[in-house]
């Protein structure tokens, strides 16, 4: 008999509405592990507000060595009123996890249906039928360079070293493979010399490595308006860890609601952590409100991005697009669902797909 594959599965549920969106996930996820005859070996730990109340510390160290040992971790939130201005931070867990898994570029893709078009705060023309992927860098720029403050002046260091610029360039240019073949890569290389480097280094792994891939290259100022302009013309949208904070805030709404929107942050090789990009909601948790989609794509990005497992991850994606299509939402997208029965809608989708 053939060996089945055990692929382990860690997840964080964290604060908030992360507790009840994961769960959702991961009964989607068990599903999928029917249908295609997959073990995913689930475990969950410890991490934000949660970590802080159970142990005094936002990373327990077997949270991170729990990470370290999965195929991929799916994440809820962190944070929460309950733990502001206290010592220890549920941010931090979330900084530290980052770190400890090398992880060094951040994705968040962007699909407009009808039904967001629909909710979206820029004409319907306009945004349906958006399918783009905003790839930002994460381990280098301001974020990370010397801070200097005195009575009467302040700066921020912008630092990028030439690996730190391959290395994200790589992973995009192979995403864009992936998809329809297009990279844009974004800087502001007209005034600053890490945004020169940065699209020096992209147009030589381009010619070196990728040349079947299109590469443009756009300043940061005429990207945002472009963004609002003409989102359909995009693909793969590779930048800096500044620049892509701000865009990515930008694409999240062109969809109409954050609960519909994944993200993964990825390193080299090791595993991926996926997560959805809104917050821990404290003014929905435990009510069973929260729109599970936003989790649900980020377990299908897990499957695709940290598994391989490229077919599964579309029998979600097609079955959250059938469900949304029908209008069995939750009550952020004007439906009647919560939490569980929107899951259950998606998990009779897939039984319907297969
Ligand atoms: P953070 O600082 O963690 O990003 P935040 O306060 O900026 O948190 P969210 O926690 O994402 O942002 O919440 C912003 C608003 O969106 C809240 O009103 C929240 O109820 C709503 N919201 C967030 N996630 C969901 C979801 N999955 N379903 C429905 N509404 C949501
Ligand atoms: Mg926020």
């Known amino acids: 008999m053939p060996s089945i594959q055990t692929y382990k599965i860690v997840i964080l549920p964290g604060d908030g509405v992360g507790p009840e969106v994961t769960a959702a996930a991961r009964d989607v996820l068990n599903v999928i592990a029917d249908f295609y005859g997959h073990r995913f070996e689930f475990s969950e730990h410890l991490i934000g507000g949660a970590a802080i109340d159970a142990t005094g510390d936002p990373l327990p160290p077997e949270t991170v060595e729990a990470c370290l040992a999965s195929h991929g971790v799916l994440l ?14 549920p941010e931090e867990g979330l900084l530290n996890i980052r770190k400890a898994m090398g992880l060094f570029a951040n994705l968040r893709p962007l699909q407009v249906s009808p039904v967001m078009a629909h909710r979206s705060p820029l004409k319907k023309e306009i945004v349906e039928g958006v399918d783009l992927i905003v790839f930002r860098e994460l381990t280098g720029g301001v974020y990370f360079g010397e801070k200097v403050r005195t009575d009467t002046m302040a700066s ?61 290259h756009a300043l940061v100022d005429s990207m945002a308006m472009h963004l609002i302009r003409k989102p359909r013309e995009y693909d793969v949208i590779l ?56 989790t649900i ?58």
Request: net charge negative.
């Open 76 to 89: 809820g939130a962190v944070g929460g009123p309950k733990w502001e201005g206290g010592k220890r931070r």
């Open 156 to 216: 921020d260091l912008c630092v990028y070293s030439v690996e730190e610029i391959e290395r994200v360039t790589r992973a995009a240019f192979r995403i864009a493979l992936q998809r329809r073949g297009k990279v844009t890569s974004v800087d502001k290389a007209n005034v600053m010399e890490t945004s020169r480097l940065w699209r020096e280094v992209v147009t030589r792994i381009h010619a070196e490595e990728f040349p079947q891939v299109q590469l443009e």
């Open 239 to 294: 930048t800096e860890n500044m620049f892509g904070d701000i865009l990515s805030d930008e694409i999240s709404v062109l969809g109409g609601s954050i609960g519909l929107l994944p993200s993964a942050s990825l390193g080299s090789g090791g595993p991926g952590l996926f997560e959805p990009i809104h917050g821990s909601a404290p003014d929905i948790a435990g009510r069973d409100l929260a729109n599970p989609v936003g």
């Open 297 to 354: 794509l980020s377990a299908a990005m897990l499957l695709r991005h940290g598994l391989g497992l490229d077919d599964e991850a579309s029998s979600i994606e097609a079955a959250v697009a059938a469900v949304l299509a029908a209008g069995a939402t939750t009550a952020d997208l004007g439906g009647e669902l919560g939490t569980r029965a929107a899951g259950e809608a998606i998990i009779d989708a897939i039984r319907a797909i297969h």
